[in-house]
C-alpha cells in the first residue's frame, strides 16, 4: 500500500452496499470526476483513480471507508491535495474526512513543521512547563497602546505574545507600523529579562495582516522587525499560503494556526473534517507549529472528547512532522489553568486574551498569576 | 445606517432574549473578541464594535439577527471582510450567515467582477440563448489528448470550453504545457469558425493549478498563451485569491469560480452561509463573472430551491457588482437541459463533463446536441 496513502471517511449509508457504492463514488469525485465506466484503461483507471481498500460498518447507518490515492493525482500543491482528500467529496452529503495514513510520497512532498514543540522549548528557553500566552487585543487599538500591552506581558514573562487575529491591517493600527512598534517592545522586555538573568524569553507572534499574496513578504518583513512568530488563518489565507511559509527556505520562525472561518468544517458530525484530522494532522502537515483550537467550556461548543482528540493528533507519533503544541483558547480564565493543565499538559501554549484586559495596568500581574496556576503555585500574594 | 453594512444572521436560540444575546456575541466575536465589559469607551465601542441592529423570530427556536459593522474593522483587504462577517462567528453552534447588505464602503473596496454576464456575451459573441460548456477531462490525460478535446468542443460549437477543476499541475499534464496546447487547440478551432462566417468563439477557461502564490503569474502565463478566462478554486486558493485577480490592472479575463472544498459552509442549516449568500453574492463581491455549483438532482444533494437561490443572487439587481452567469453541473445530461433551461434560462453556463466523454470522436455531435436542446431544437438527425 506504501505507493499510495489514504484518506477514511465516514460515511451515511442505508446499508452496506449502499456505503460500498458510495465510497467507489468518492473515489471517482475527487479524482477522475466522470462515470466509471468512461475511466480510461491504463495509467487513469490504475494510478490516478481513486480505489476503495476497504468498508466497514461502525453503527447503524453510519460506515467507515478507506480510500487510497496516489500521488500522481496531487502533484507537488497542497491545494490540489486537499482536492483529492475532500474537494468534490466535501459537497457530498453525509461525508466526513476522519482519518489520513500517509505515504512516503506525502511525506516527502508536505514534510510538516520546522520547529514543533520542541522547536517551542527551544526558541522560548523554557525547558518545562506549560507555555503562558496573553492574546493582544482589541482591534481599533492604537499600535502605541498594543504594543505597550506588549512589552507589559512579556515584561512579566509571558513565553508567547500572540496577536489577536482581528489585528489585521486597518487604519488605526496598520500591520507595517503595529508589527514594528510591538517587537520593538517585546525585544525590550526580552533585553530586561535577560539583564536580569532570566533563561528564558517571549516570542512575539505577529498576525498576518493583508492580501493572500502578500504573506511572505508580509512574515519576512515581520521577521526582520523582530518577530519571532507568525499568526496566519488558513481558513482564510488557505493552508497552502502557511505551508508555503513554513517550506519558504529563506524564512525561520515558527507558525501559529488560527481557526476563524474554519467551524463549519468540523461543526456538523456528517460533513468536513473530524475535528483532530483537521486541528491536528491537517494543521501540522500543512506547516503549523502551533494549532488553536475553541476549548470546552469557552464561548465556543466543542466538547472535551473533541478537544482531546484535536491534542492527540498534534502529538500523534506518527506525524505528519514533528510534534506540535495544542493551544486551547475562547473564553478562557485564570480559575480554569489547573484543570486544562491536568487535562492538557504542559506541552500546551496557553490562551487568555480578552480577560486579561480586567486588569489595565496591572495586566503583568495577571501573567505572573498563569505563570503560577501553570506551575501549581498560589497566586502572588494569595 | 450607511456609514455601516450589515450581515444577517440565522440564530438558534431558546427565545428572544436569548438571541438578543447571541447576537450580541457575534458583534463581539467578529470585531473586538473581548468581554463587553472591557470594550475601550470612544472610537473601540463606537465604530469598531459590531452593532445588532434588529432580531426578530422566524420559527420555534430560529430567529435572524440583523449586525452592523464599519469598514474600518475590515480595513482593505478581503480576508479580513470575512474575517468580520464570519471569521471566529463561523466556529459557534447554531450560528448562519444568510444575508449580507452592503454600503457605499464595502462596494468601493470591493466592486465585484470585472464582465458579469454582459460581458461574457460580449466576449462570446452568443448574442442570445444558454451558453454551451464541456468540461474537459479526466485528470492523468495527457495534454494532448486534453487539446484533443478542446479542439473538438469547441469546433463545434461550444462557447466555454472549461477545464476540470481537477486539471491542477499534476506530471501527466504540467499547468504551462497543458494551457499552451489547449489555448492553441482552441484558437484553431476558433478560427475555423470565423472562416465559416461564425459570430460566436469558444472561450478556453484554465484551471489554475499550483500555489497559491503563483494564482497571478500562472493567470498572466495563461493569459498570454491564448486561454480566454481562469477557473479558480475559492475553497483551496483564498476568495482573497480570486478577487485580486479580479481587481488585478494588468489582468483582463473573466474568472469562473468552482465549489470545491466549500461544501461544509452550506450543508448544515445551523452552520456557515446561505447557499445564495456563498454561491452568489460572495461570489460576486470577491470577482466571479461565473459561479460553478451542484444542480439539484445530480451527484450532490442541493434541492431546486437552495439552487433557485444561488441564481437569484447571481442575478440580484443591487450587486455586488454586475449580474453574473450561474453554473448549475454535477451530474447533467442532454436529457434534463430543456428542464434545465426552463428553470434557469439563458443566462446561465450549462456544464456537461464526464458524460460526454461516451461519445467518444463523437463528442462535437454531443455540443450540437447541447446547442440544440438548450435553443428548442430537436437534436440533429433526430
Not at 489595565?360 to 500574594?381: F, H, K, S, V, Y
Amino acid at each position: 500500500m506504501s505507493d499510495r496513502f489514504s484518506v477514511t471517511y465516514r460515511i451515511r449509508a442505508e446499508d452496506l452496499a449502499d456505503a460500498e457504492s458510495r465510497a467507489a463514488a468518492i473515489a471517482l469525485e475527487d479524482t477522475v470526476e466522470i462515470p466509471r465506466d468512461v475511466v480510461p484503461k491504463g495509467y487513469v483507471e490504475d494510478v490516478i483513480l481513486g480505489r476503495v481498500d476497504a468498508v466497514l460498518p461502525r453503527e447503524a447507518g453510519v460506515f467507515e471507508a478507506r480510500v487510497s490515492y496516489h500521488i500522481d493525482a496531487v502533484g507537488r500543491e497542497l491545494p490540489q491535495f486537499l482536492n483529492v482528500m475532500l474537494g468534490n467529496a466535501s459537497i457530498l452529503q453525509g461525508v466526513r474526512a476522519i482519518g489520513l495514513t500517509q505515504n512516503a510520497d506525502l511525506r516527502d512532498r508536505f514534510p510538516g513543521p520546522r520547529f514543533g514543540a520542541a522547536g517551542l522549548r527551544r526558541l522560548t528557553g523554557r525547558s518545562q512547563g506549560g507555555f503562558v500566552c496573553p492574546v493582544i487585543k482589541p482591534q481599533g487599538s492604537s499600535a502605541e497602546d498594543l504594543a505597550r500591552l506588549c512589552y507589559l506581558t512579556a515584561r512579566a514573562g509571558a513565553d508567547i505574545v500572540k496577536e489577536d487575529h482581528g489585528l489585521a491591517n486597518q487604519d488605526a493600527a496598520p500591520f507595517r507600523d503595529r508589527v514594528a512598534l510591538c517587537a520593538g517592545a517585546v525585544r525590550r522586555a526580552n533585553e530586561e529579562r535577560a539583564a536580569e538573568g532570566d533563561a528564558t524569553r517571549a516570542l512575539y507572534f505577529a498576525n498576518i495582516g493583508g492580501h493572500g499574496d502578500q504573506v511572505r513578504d508580509l512574515a519576512l518583513y515581520a521577521r526582520d522587525a523582530g518577530a519571532a512568530g507568525i499568526l496566519l488563518i488558513p481558513g482564510l489565507f488557505g493552508f497552502d499560503a502557511m505551508n508555503r511559509l513554513a517550506q519558504e527556505p529563506g524564512f525561520d520562525l515558527p507558525i501559529m494556526a488560527h481557526p476563524s472561518h474554519l467551524g463549519p468544517y468540523v461543526l456538523s458530525p456528517d460533513h468536513g473534517y473530524a475535528h483532530g484530522l483537521l486541528f491536528g494532522t491537517l494543521m501540522r502537515l500543512a506547516g503549523a507549529d502551533i494549532s488553536v483550537f475553541p476549548n470546552h467550556g469557552g464561548r465556543f461548543g466543542f466538547s472535551q472528547a473533541q478537544c482531546e482528540e484535536i491534542v492527540a493528533a498534534c502529538r500523534a507519533e506518527d506525524g505528519p512532522g514533528p510534534a506540535i503544541l495544542p493551544s486551547p483558547g475562547g473564553g478562557m480564565s485564570l480559575d480554569r489553568l489547573p484543570d486544562m493543565m491536568r487535562l492538557y499538559g504542559e506541552d500546551c501554549v496557553y490562551l487568555l486574551g480578552g480577560s486579561l484586559l480586567r486588569y489595565g495596568d496591572r495586566i503583568g500581574d495577571a501573567i505572573r498569576d498563569m505563570r503560577n496556576a501553570l506551575d501549581g503555585r498560589p497566586r502572588d500574594g494569595a
